[in-house]
């Protein structure tokens, strides 16, 4: 296998590291049209060295990566957060609790487990607008959002978000105008947050698995609102 | 640490690339990664906060080059070395040493579930005095850390109001480098946009940043 190109800093700090010469970086095994995802043509044997190395230790079970990547793949996801919304816009209790203790809210319908189990729901009104950000990484609540998409995980998304949230969400197609309060939150600690986006208008009539199929991922980051059709 | 991880404010890192219908992962190199991430941390060889200063250790200049899951494969790589699970030439070679022990992996694929389900939380119940109360105003301390710290630059020295105490969790700086956990007060603080910007931000927004108690001091 190719040696790892590059090592840690010694920890605590930035201290000396031995660089090792880094590979050069090909587009040749990149099957996604996706400029910003430039895959060094030997991380694919890196990560089957790896992996073959720890399975052989007995350190790491194949059968259990299939199932962790099964679960991220298919299981969890936004389709979760969207229910979520969906239960707080038809039942006012359950709004309530969720606005109260999004974690044990959540829980109710199944929804609990890890990058779960502090979650804050912060609500969007016609005077306030929410925006969830990590900037010093990628935390987000997997357990109802599933794992976070690359721009929220990108330099350009958690170094704007902060400093600048309405050009960011322009940048989205959502021109907020100056009387509306934006407010964004920062996941810096175990708190992961979810927005509880504004219920459209024109949508008295539909029941609770329509409304949650109205709700979209960006919408409960926040860069986005949910609209009736 | 003054990383380049810690990037709130900073300019030039260009437009952000939204994607519609973007896939959970781009290859499965990426999926694999992921997973063993994940589950080599059942070893306990390792904590949330190492493995998140893991990433922070990249250096600046390959930590802004790499995509993200190339960066959680350097961590991993790093991580099982540094712990002593796998030795430095069974990495380069892919191969345990002739006449090592096999082990047994903790987590198999019929527990994926239930410790995904149960989660793992970083709350403590145990009672700490909180230092500051809810619309108190605060100051984040003017602090530079040269380990791992969730205490970003642009809130540094800023002055704030405690929204929301979240309760009591473990201290990432501490635990990140295995001193302990030093659990203490998390608390939502609310920093308006000028404060930490100035006056070209807008006067209604505001930014809510999670600190623990070590991070701040009353203005």
Request: aromatic fraction near 8%; charge should be negative; hydrophobic fraction near 40%.
């Amino acid at each position: 296998m190719p040696a790892p190109p590059v090592e840690l800093a010694t920890s605590p700090g930035p201290g000396p590291f031995a660089s090792r010469d880094i590979i050069a970086t090909t587009m040749a095994e990149h099957d996604h049209d996706h400029a910003h995802q430039a895959v060094p043509s030997d991380l694919t044997l890196r990560v089957k060295a790896l992996e073959s190395l720890l399975v052989e230790k007995g350190l790491v079970d194949p059968a259990a990566l299939d199932a962790l990547i099964e679960t991220y793949e298919h299981k969890v996801g936004p389709r979760n957060g969207a229910r979520v919304v969906a239960r707080a816009w038809v039942d006012p209790t359950f709004k309530q609790r969720l606005l109260a203790e999004g974690g044990s809210a959540i829980r109710e319908l199944g929804y609990g487990g890890a990058q779960g189990e502090n979650l804050v729901v912060v609500e969007n009104t016609p005077g306030v607008h929410n925006l969830v950000v990590c900037t010093l990484c990628s935390c987000y609540p997997w357990s109802v959002l599933g794992l976070p998409p690359v721009w929220y995980k990108s330099a350009p998304y958690r170094s704007r978000a902060v400093i600048d949230p309405r050009g960011v969400l322009r940048e989205f197609g959502l021109d907020l105008p100056e009387s509306v309060e934006v407010r964004v939150w920062d996941s810096t600690a175990e708190l992961r947050y979810l927005v509880l986006p504004e219920r459209p208008g024109g949508t008295e009539n539909l029941d609770e698995e329509a409304l949650a199929a109205l709700v979209t991922r960006d919408a409960m980051v926040g860069v986005a609102k949910v609209t009736a059709s | 640490m003054n990383g380049v991880h810690d990037m709130g404010g900073m300019h030039g890192m260009g437009l952000i690339e939204h994607e519609s219908n973007e896939p959970v992962f781009y290859a499965r190199w990426e999926a694999r990664t992921f997973a063993m991430n994940c589950l080599m941390g059942a070893w306990r060889k390792w904590n949330l906060d190492a493995s998140r200063h893991g990433i922070e250790r990249i250096p600046a200049a390959e930590y802004l080059r790499m995509s993200y899951y190339e960066k959680w494969l350097t961590r991993l790589e790093g991580l099982v070395v540094e712990s002593g699970l796998v030795t430095p030439a069974e990495l380069t070679s892919g191969r345990p040493l002739p006449g090592s022990a096999r082990a047994i992996p903790p987590v198999g694929a019929e527990q994926v579930a239930t410790t995904l389900g149960r989660g793992v939380s970083p709350r403590r119940d145990v009672t700490v005095a909180a230092k500051f109360q809810m619309g108190q105003r605060v100051r984040a301390r003017n602090a530079n850390p040269t380990g791992h710290t969730r205490l970003p630059r642009y809130a540094r020295g800023k002055v704030g109001t405690v929204d929301r105490d979240h309760g009591v969790f473990l201290f990432p700086d501490t635990n990140a480098h295995f001193l302990g956990e030093k659990p203490q007060h998390v608390y939502s603080v609310r920093f308006t946009a000028r404060e930490l910007w100035g006056s070209q931000a807008s006067p209604r927004d505001s930014v809510y940043i999670d600190m623990w108690d070590d991070y701040l001091e009353p203005a």
